[in-house]
């Protein structure tokens, strides 16, 4: 599967932006996809996944103000995220894998086997 991220920008904190991935590729309802964020100098770290079923897992700062969905006819996932602040900002990734399983497996960039292109956002204060 590929996958394409996209809707990034540029906002000021308590703004709200809508990030959409885009699959291709066969049997993308089977993946579980995940998004993923990377500041400058840290880690990438663990926003949101969705499995086929419908769970989720959110990380804890983002819980409350960031959502995310699929619609498996369209072959897109998206992260609604409302209430952003400048600790949001970051190269955001969306990611696939074919299992689910606990939080801490699902939050776990290098258990993922398929990676878009980061979209870049950016909260000012």
């Known amino acids: 599967v590929q996958l394409q991220a996209s809707g990034g920008g540029l906002v000021q904190a308590g703004d709200s932006l809508r990030l959409s991935c885009a699959a291709s590729?066969?049997?993308?309802?089977?993946?579980?996809v995940a998004w993923f964020r990377q500041a400058p100098g840290m880690e990438r770290e663990f926003v949101a996944v969705?499995?086929?079923?419908?769970?989720?897992y959110y990380a804890d700062s983002v819980k409350g103000r960031f959502t995310i969905s699929r619609d498996d006819a369209k072959k897109m996932v998206y992260l609604q995220m409302n209430g952003l602040k400048p600790e949001d900002t970051a190269v955001y990734y969306c990611?696939?894998?074919?299992?689910?399983?606990?939080?801490?497996?699902?939050?776990?960039?290098?258990?993922?086997?398929?990676w878009g292109q980061g979209t870049v956002v950016t909260v000012s204060s």
């Open positions: 990611a696939a894998r074919l299992d689910w399983g606990t939080y801490a497996t699902m939050a776990q960039p290098l258990l993922y086997d398929y």
């Open positions: 969705i499995a086929w079923g419908g769970n989720i």
């Open positions: 590729g066969r049997a993308f309802s089977d993946y579980a």
